[in-house]
């Protein structure tokens, strides 16, 4: 499996020779050219992470991509062949496993109503939570772990972490950092991460991890 980080939370995942995209919202400027692509993840309606642009665009290129997002997402993209999915949902698409949990973001402020929010997990290996602290009920060999939001306080991020205890740790969700706030928070997760045995990758816009 290779994953390749593109900007903010937008994810790429190679397995023999087939791509899964998750997430490609509006902070990246330039949505690459991708191939093979055989499903899109969309773990919620917020622009930054299902930005209809992108989609429409990587359907273009892929006309054969199964769309996945939970339903306030279908609604969003009408028109678009949405598939629903739910906590507890699993589907496979040639040689990418999917199976999908939790139920709703994490609560920005009492005033912003909270909307639905589904983690994905790959291969049940490879796991994002989306917009919040959702822990699956399966073993998370690689996490991609949000880094920095609204939402968003780096103890939580902390005991996340040690819920989950995956053997190889990555941040994600991290366009609103500086060079100064990676540092910080890349050395929170990294210390968490180290604690309990596992490894910490700082995957730059571009970069690829092997798993």
Known sequence: MKITKHEHA?????????????????????????????????????????????????LELNPKAQLFGPPEVATKLEGLPVQVVYHGDHYRLQDIELDFFGYLHQEIHSSIPIVQNIGVMVNRKL?????????PDSPVEVLACPASAPWLRISDVMDFLDAIRAKI???????????????LFNSRIKQVTEK????????????????
């Open 10 to 58: 937008f994810l790429e995942v190679e397995v023999n020779g087939q791509s899964l995209v998750i997430d490609p919202g509006n902070y990246s400027a330039n949505l690459p050219p991708l191939s093979n692509v055989v499903a899109i993840c969309l773990t919620h309606v917020h622009e930054d992470h299902s930005y209809q642009n992108h989609v429409q665009k990587l």
């Open 127 to 135: 796991y994002y939570p989306g917009d919040s602290y959702t822990v």
């Open 169 to 183: 740790v990555f941040p994600t969700h991290n366009a609103l950092l500086s060079d100064v706030g990676h540092e």
């Open 196 to 211: 309990n045995a596992g490894e910490f990758h700082y995957l730059k816009v571009g970069r690829s991890l092997e798993a």
